[in-house]
T-cell receptor
Framework: AQKVTQAQTEISVVEKEDVTLDCVYE???????LFWYKQPPSGELVFLIR??????QNEISGRYSWNFQKSTSSFNFTITASQVVDSAVYFC??????????FGPGTRLSVLP | GAGVSQSPSNKVTEKGKDVELRCDPI?????LYWYRQSLGQGLEFLIY????????KSGLPSDRFSAERTGGSVSTLTIQRTQQEDSAVYLC?????????????????FGAGTRLSVL
């Protein structure tokens, strides 16, 4: 069965700190996709990244980076030098072919000035 | 191009009334999803449409909830005899292909949602 766990319910950091959001997933399939979405206070979910199970290469996009480790079933998200605009709820999601997305419960990140 | 459009953005209704929520997916997207998000909670899957296939209704919480997708494009989520526990934000998403799609085709793009308040 698919499951996504985001153990951190809420995180608060001060601007310019680095912060890592954890995501642990469960799946029996060897082919699957992992996603991160950002939900700012406006409410609309914004797609950040998609990674397939065959590509464990870490990815960096500006201040964002993602660490995919199949050995620990984790797909963690790090924001470097956080900014107030990063304040949002972040969702990790898992999809297997032919199956619906399963979203984690989300982590609320507050970046304080 | 235009993103996923949902209307109304806010809906206030009285307990017992029926409501219709509309979703206009991204043009050309064959898959459409409805989710419910209660205050401070994660996303709860409701229903999934893929092309002309029978929809996956496994997430609908009761028979008061139903959805249609006409002409493979616009979708309407209907809640009959609304209850206070139906109050939530209803989110719609679309993707180029369904859940079997590879590449970037199964990325879901979300609308801004409809905030439903049942008094």
């Amino acid at each position: 069965a698919q499951k996504v766990t985001q153990a951190q319910t809420e995180i608060s950091v001060v601007e310019k700190e680095d912060v890592t959001l954890d995501c642990v997933y469960e799946t029996r399939d060897t082919t699957y996709y992992l996603f991160w979405y950002k939900q700012p206070p406006s409410g609309e979910l914004v797609f950040l990244i998609r990674r397939n199970s065959f590509d464990e290469q870490n990815e960096i996009s500006g201040r964002y980076s993602w660490n995919f480790q199949k050995s620990t079933s984790s797909f963690n998200f790090t924001i470097t030098a956080s900014q107030v605009v990063d304040s949002a709820v972040y969702f990790c999601a898992l999809s297997e072919p032919g199956q619906n997305f399963v979203f984690g419960p989300g982590t609320r990140l507050s970046v304080l000035p | 191009g235009a993103g996923v459009s949902q209307s109304p953005s806010n809906k206030v209704t009285e307990k017992g009334k029926d409501v219709e929520l509309r979703c206009d997916p991204i043009s050309g997207h064959t898959a459409l999803y409805w989710y419910r998000q209660s205050l401070g909670q994660g996303l709860e899957f409701l229903i999934y449409f893929q092309g002309n296939s029978a929809p996956d209704k496994s997430g609908l919480p009761s028979d008061r909830f139903s959805a249609e997708r006409t002409g493979g494009s616009v979708s309407t989520l209907t809640i009959q005899r609304t209850q206070q526990e139906d109050s939530a934000v209803y989110l719609c998403a679309s993707s180029l292909t369904g859940t079997s799609g590879g590449g970037a085709k199964n990325i879901q793009y979300f609308g801004a949602g409809t905030r439903l308040s049942v008094l």
